[in-house]
């Protein structure tokens, strides 16, 4: 497509359920990352993609955090045993290989717990 | 209820004025440089960037400066209009060894346009 997708857009999930976002970046990006942005906060990093290995997993927040990418395109986000302070915006970005290339955002996936 | 969280920084301007946002950046070993546009319920959107070997870039409508020995960063609006109303972040990156562009990203200045 021409953006960075993701779906779902709005997930409203009980607390201690597991939940899977899902990212289909730019074709032909090489590189994705997913960030968190919570409720009146800048975004933070969770981890970073070169096709489908992850060489920077150093934001996931904690072990109920996992990601994979698969075909070197589609990546999912999966957050476990889910708790109500996991809820927030979950942004998946695209890029060519390399630093110094710009880096486009989806429209992020809204994560309720409750 | 009372929102939690940080308060951000906010520029007010009336339609047709000149705006110019702030952002203070944290590393200097960082080598590109990024404003994003960040309307409600919307994801960044990128306006334009910047490499550590230019102190200033043009784009249509805007201007960003980059101020290395301050570590400074600011990004310039012409003309202002209310479509431009919204949240406005920069953003580093240090590719370093791994070369790849992880982020850090300021707090967001908040931007008003007033008809």
């Known amino acids: 497509g021409a953006g960075v997708s993701q779906s779902p857009s709005n997930k409203v999930t009980e607390k201690g359920k597991d939940v899977e976002l899902r990212c289909d970046p730019i074709?032909?990006?090489?590189?994705l990352y997913w960030y968190r942005q919570s409720l009146g906060q800048g975004l933070e990093f969770l981890i970073y993609?070169?096709?489908?290995?992850?060489?920077?997993k150093s934001g996931l927040p904690s072990d109920r955090f996992s990601a994979e990418r698969t075909g070197g395109s589609v990546s999912t986000l999966t957050i476990q045993r889910t708790q109500q302070e996991d809820s927030a915006v979950y942004l998946c970005?695209?890029?060519?290989?390399?630093?110094?290339?710009?880096?486009?955002f989806g429209e992020g996936s809204w994560l309720t717990v409750v | 209820g009372e929102s939690v969280g940080l308060h951000l920084p906010t520029l007010s301007v009336q339609e047709g004025d000149n705006s110019i946002i702030n952002c203070a950046y944290s590393?200097?070993?960082?080598?590109?440089f990024i404003w994003y546009k960040q309307e409600s319920g919307k994801g960044p959107q990128f306006i334009i960037d910047?490499?550590?070997?230019?102190d200033k870039r043009q784009g249509q409508r805007v201007t960003v400066l980059l101020n290395k020995t301050v570590k400074h960063l600011s990004l310039q609006i012409a003309a202002t209009q209310p479509g431009d109303s919204a949240v406005y972040f920069c953003?580093?990156?240090?590719?370093?060894?791994?070369?790849?562009?992880?982020?850090?990203f300021g707090q967001g200045t908040i931007l008003t346009v007033h008809p």
């Open positions: 074709s032909g990006h090489t590189a």
């Open positions: 953003a580093e990156n240090f590719a370093g060894g791994t070369s790849y562009g992880k982020l850090t």
């Open positions: 970005a695209s890029s060519l290989a390399g630093g110094g290339n710009t880096i486009y």
């Open positions: 590393n200097s070993a960082s080598d590109y």
């Open positions: 910047i490499r550590s070997n230019m």
């Open positions: 993609f070169q096709g489908n290995s992850a060489p920077d």
